[in-house]
């Protein structure tokens, strides 16, 4: 297991986050195996693989807004992220030029249509089974590098994946389908394709994804009202179905009972109320 920092926003790189994610992973007795890695030490393999497409001519400047974007009345992929109507990819240079002069560009990456060669991605993960997604259709060109200058998570979790050699990558169901997009640049830089397994979420009542800024419950409060990683953990492990009950258990106890067919069999996020983690 690696552990990876993704830091490339300047605002997860300021105050103690970092330190404070790494002392809760070791306090439930999770660890990794080799050095962490830190994303924002990283920005010339993003822009190495980054010049590569450029090269290739698979790149094109663009100046489109977030607000315009999600203004559009044109479809929304299944992240919520608009589908990109190509837009700015038939620019003059002339007009590119211009426009730089009010604004600087996002670079996008130019995908392929249902009918040619990777318009359609398919791939089986481990939790949702067999997976297709039309790239022009599902997502449409997409960033690869931000207005301000910031590598795009598309890009960059895919260098990293390759450079650090991971062979499965397992995460939240929130991200499948983003893995399309994932597979087509590994295949455009020529990197090996791993395995995923996308598992359910646990989530409010209303649906949302558990977040600090909605004030939901951070590790720091966890810690404080069960006192242990085992009560902690045996906890989670019931509510999410993995464990009968909720008697306390270790990391390496959950991973001996563990079994994909739970999930396989679910398919759907974990509800939780307000006083399931009391």
Known sequence: MLLRIEDLDERTQSGP???LLIDDLRW??????????YQHQR??????????LDQAGLTYPCFCSRAELHAATAPHASDGTPVYAGTCRG???AEVAERS???????RLIVPQEDEPNGIITF????????????????????????DGVFAYQLAVVVDDAAMGVTEIVRGSDLLASTPRQI??????????PTYAHIPLLIAPDGRRLAKRDHDLDMGELRKRFGSPERLLG??????GIAPDATPRTAEQLANVFSWSYLRARHNDIVIGRNAMA
């Open 17 to 19: 986050w970092t330190d």
């Open 28 to 37: 439930l007795d999770l660890y990794w195996d080799g050095e962490v890695v």
């Open 43 to 52: 920005l010339e393999a993003y822009q190495a693989a980054a010049s590569l």
């Open 91 to 93: 620019l003059t240079p």
């Open 101 to 107: 002069k009010r604004r600087p560009p996002a670079t």
């Open 124 to 147: 089986t993960d481990r939790v949702y089974g067999a997976q297709q997604q039309v790239l022009a259709r599902d997502c449409g060109d997409f960033l690869i590098r931000r207005s």
């Open 184 to 193: 087509y640049l590994q295949w455009l830089l020529g990197y090996a394709e």
């Open 235 to 240: 906890h989670v492990a019931h509510l999410a």
